[in-house]
């Protein structure tokens, strides 16, 4: 088969502004939206953000059905309810006020609701689920993200937990991307401190992985352009945005944790967040993420402070940043100069810096904000030991649409040995 010879990029629209939440009624009358469904979760409905939402749906004369079960590290059950609630109360239009846990079940009440399927697998990535096309277009949805992390916003992707098989799995496709994503950087200044450093160290992984991800020339081409994954690999345009947000990461991100009131910091965070999603959203991201579905969806007792204490769960980004290190020791080799261009713009100082240790310099500044944002020391830290390995490796393999983007391939052997690397990281 060829090689692929082009990329594309595709993005949600974006407003960004403080405020600007209030516009979202009036955008929905212009869409036609007369009757709308609200996502959110238990703890943010009561909040300033969801209350903005309703009070200008209120205003524009629409409708609102709220909805405020979703499940924070959403799973396959909690999809189901959602989509069953939804499905019993039809709407012509979804807004999602929350995380990336409200921003995908909406993603995915948006399509279960347009096109319901024989098989709740149906739509899901393959070798998981059948990997089917979206069959046409989705409801308007509009994102209204209250972390600064997942980019969940930009993206045609939505994730959840699947039970029956202990490993985190996804829907992929354009037509799930929001319609439009209102960026108001007012509605971060509440999140608990843990919850502002594991959604921003997901903004900084989203961006070194799709740095670092293979060219986008290294993959097939596709028998027809919609065949063409979001997924495509690093590439000209992705790049931009992924150094862009690393920079910002490098100036911001500890200042926005430490200071809830760093104005400043606050709103560079949310636009960080946006622009790693459009770089991830069109090139990918690869091992840290492959590897955290296990780390997340096996976790049998480790309760994160800042976060509901209603079920065991390591918040999402934590479980990625705490294979990040490991994994850009191990993948330098197959490109130091992006892996030391992805130090330099998250701060490190690479003058002087060999080839060959490339991969130890982005792990050292990578692990540096890990101590600094007070994230557990390790694997070990929130209960795994090497016991563990074998079933943390099995629950990687079938994460092929991401691992297979890593710019040096991964066996179960090599696997094994990143999480035994990542068990302790300082
Ligand atoms: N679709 C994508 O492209 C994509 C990318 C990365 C991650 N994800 C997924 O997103 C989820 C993680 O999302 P997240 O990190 O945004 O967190 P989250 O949505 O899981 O929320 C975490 C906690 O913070 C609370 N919270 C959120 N905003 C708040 C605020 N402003 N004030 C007070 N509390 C607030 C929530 O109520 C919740 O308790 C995971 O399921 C992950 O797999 C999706
Ligand atoms: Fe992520």
């Not at 969801?50 to 209120?58: C, R």
């Not at 993206?155 to 699947?162: N, R, W």
């Not at 799930?176 to 959604?199: E, F, I, Y």
Request: hydrophobic share 45%; charged share 20%.
């Amino acid at each position: 088969m060829a090689d692929e010879y082009a990329f594309e990029m595709a993005a949600s629209s974006l407003r960004f502004g403080a405020g600007v939440t209030r516009e979202v009624g009036s955008d929905l009358a212009d869409l036609g939206v007369r009757r709308v469904l609200v996502v959110t979760d238990p703890n943010l409905v009561a909040r300033a953000p969801v209350q903005a939402v309703l009070e200008s749906l209120h205003a524009a004369g629409i409708e609102a059905v709220l909805f405020d079960q979703v499940r924070v590290e959403p799973t396959d059950l909690s999809f189901k309810a959602a989509i069953a609630f939804a499905t019993a109360r039809p709407t012509d239009g979804i807004v999602a006020v929350g995380g990336g846990s409200v921003i995908d079940t909406a993603k995915a009440v948006n399509l279960y609701t347009s096109y319901p399927p024989a098989d709740f697998l149906d739509y899901v990535n393959a070798p998981i689920g059948k990997a089917l096309p979206v069959p046409g277009p989705l409801k308007p949805l509009i994102a209204v993200p209250t972390t600064a992390g997942t980019g969940s916003e930009t993206t045609g992707v939505s994730i959840f937990d699947f039970t029956g098989m202990h490993a985190k799995t996804g829907i992929a496709s354009r037509r799930l991307k929001p319609t439009l994503g209102l960026l108001d950087p007012d509605h971060t200044r509440t999140m608990p401190p843990q919850v502002a450093a594991s959604s921003g160290l997901d903004i900084l992984s989203h961006a070194v992985e799709s740095f670092t991800a293979i060219p986008y020339s290294s993959r097939p081409r596709p028998e027809r352009p919609a065949l063409r994954p979001a997924y495509q690999g690093a590439n000209p345009i992705s790049d931009i945005w992924s150094l862009q947000a690393l920079r910002i990461v490098a100036a911001c991100l500890v200042r926005a944790v430490d200071d809830p009131d760093d104005d400043e910091a606050r709103a560079q965070m949310m636009l960080a967040a946006s622009y790693a999603g459009v770089g991830f959203g069109n090139a990918g991201v690869h091992l840290p993420h492959g590897m955290s579905y296990p780390v997340s969806a096996q976790v049998t007792h480790y309760r994160a402070p800042g976060y509901p204490a209603d079920h065991p769960m390591v918040p999402h980004g934590v479980s990625v940043i705490l294979n990040a290190p490991a994994v850009f020791r191990f993948t330098a080799a197959a490109n130091p100069a992006r892996h030391l261009q992805a130090a330099a713009a998250l701060g490190a100082d690479v003058a002087r810096v060999h080839e060959a240790d490339a991969g130890r310099v982005l792990a050292d500044r990578i692990t540096w904000f890990m101590q600094r944002l007070g994230v557990p020391n390790g694997l070990a830290a929130i209960g795994y030991s090497r016991a563990d390995i074998p079933r943390l490796v099995e629950g990687t393999l079938p994460q092929h649409r991401v691992t297979r983007l890593s710019p040096r391939p991964a066996e179960p052997d090599q696997l094994a040995a990143l999480f035994e690397d990542a068990m302790v990281a300082w």
